[in-house]
């Protein structure tokens, strides 16, 4: 029989990936910014003009490669892309030193 284990909703996690919660979050935005590009039908070469980075880097974020892309910048293609970002800061929810991160698309 196969024993089946409910994940935590975050795969880096439950692998014991270091920096699971940034990782999950730089996943989600990387996603993000492949479904514009796809949207766009834009080569990589073009999404990397718009976006100021390079061919090789585009490739690599769309790939899930992007432990040498911050936050920040994703977020910054994200705003070149025509979207508009919002951080919301707010007490946690929970434990008063358990704060968490959250994206949320519209």
């Given amino acids: 029989m196969i024993e089946i284990e409910r ?13 699971a ?3 999950l979050l730089k996943a989600q935005l ?4 492949g479904e514009i590009i ?3 039908g834009w080569s990589q070469q073009q999404a990397a003009e718009v ?6 880097k585009i490739s690599s974020l769309l790939c899930g490669r992007f432990r040498g892309i911050s936050e920040a910048k994703m977020l910054d293609c994200l705003v070149r892309l025509g979207h508009d970002v919002q951080i919301v800061i ?7 030193n358990a704060g968490h991160v959250e994206v949320m698309f519209a």
């Fill in 7 to 19: 994940g935590s909703g975050n795969v880096y996690a439950d692998l014991n990936v270091p920096d």
């Fill in 21 to 23: 919660d940034a990782m």
């Fill in 30 to 33: 990387a996603t993000k910014i």
């Fill in 38 to 40: 796809q949207a766009r």
């Fill in 51 to 56: 976006l100021g980075m390079t061919q090789p």
């Fill in 90 to 96: 707010g007490p946690a929810r929970q434990m008063p």
